[in-house]
């Protein structure tokens, strides 16, 4: 922090001095991320909160966590999307691409193993959809326990200072993971007559994948404090606002 908001390029004094302190930090940063990421995959408190307190020490707490979570959903957006690839299961089932003007519906022949196929894919993303949940609670579980040992502040709160409001990370990371799987399924059910006929055609397995990935998230819906101020919340509920995928699903599951 002592050369933080100070100009002191062209001083070949401390020139070398400034690149090692910079060396230095990037290699500290590097392996706290590490040790981050691997503590959220593990479930590993201690690792994490190590990995938090580094960042907080370097004043980088807030924008390092925003960067893993948005990490965490940049990649599960690309597994929905693999998995929604029609051309990409027709390849892998055997086939061959098509242009893209005919890639709406794959030749009758290749249909069952195509559905076959696809819902192994469905069941892998379902996985996918879980491990992301639980890495990021267990992140926001950390936050939430873990207090800088000198100023007492919690890491949550601290979190909470620059995004001006009571933060809830996996609340937020839920709600634009259901709006992202509902903008995805709508727009690959529109655009391909496979994926549409599959999935009303076979809706029971649609509705047991749900009904399997909810129970399982269920456990995690523990009340949590998100800050001293706030009051105790639920931290996996889908979106009460909006009409999210799992939210139409669960619908359609009380009308059937």
Known sequence: YICQGVDLSGVEIIDQDRRLVKQARKEVETQAQKMLEQGMATQNQTAVATSLQVFYNLGSLHTVVDRVVAGCR???????????????????????????????????????????????????????????????????????????????????????????????????????????????????????SFLKQSFEGEYPKLLRLYNDLWRRLQQFSIALSVTPSAGNVDIIPAGETEEDFFAQTEKARQQY
């Open 74 to 192: 940049a990649t599960l957006h690309q597994q929905v999307r693999a998995c929604l690839d029609v051309q990409a299961l027709t390849m892998a089932s055997g086939g061959s691409a098509r242009a893209p003007g005919r890639a709406a519906m794959p030749a009758p022949s290749n249909i069952p193993v195509l559905r076959a196929n696809m819902w192994t894919n469905m069941e892998k993303l379902m996985d996918n959809i879980y491990s992301a949940c639980v890495q990021v609670q267990h992140l926001q579980k950390v936050l939430v326990k873990k207090r800088d040992p000198v100023s007492h502040v919690c890491f949550i709160d601290e979190l909470a200072k620059h995004h001006h409001s009571d933060v809830n990370i996996i609340q937020a990371f839920w709600d634009d993971v259901t709006k992202m799987l509902t903008l995805e399924f709508n727009t690959a059910s529109e655009h391909s």
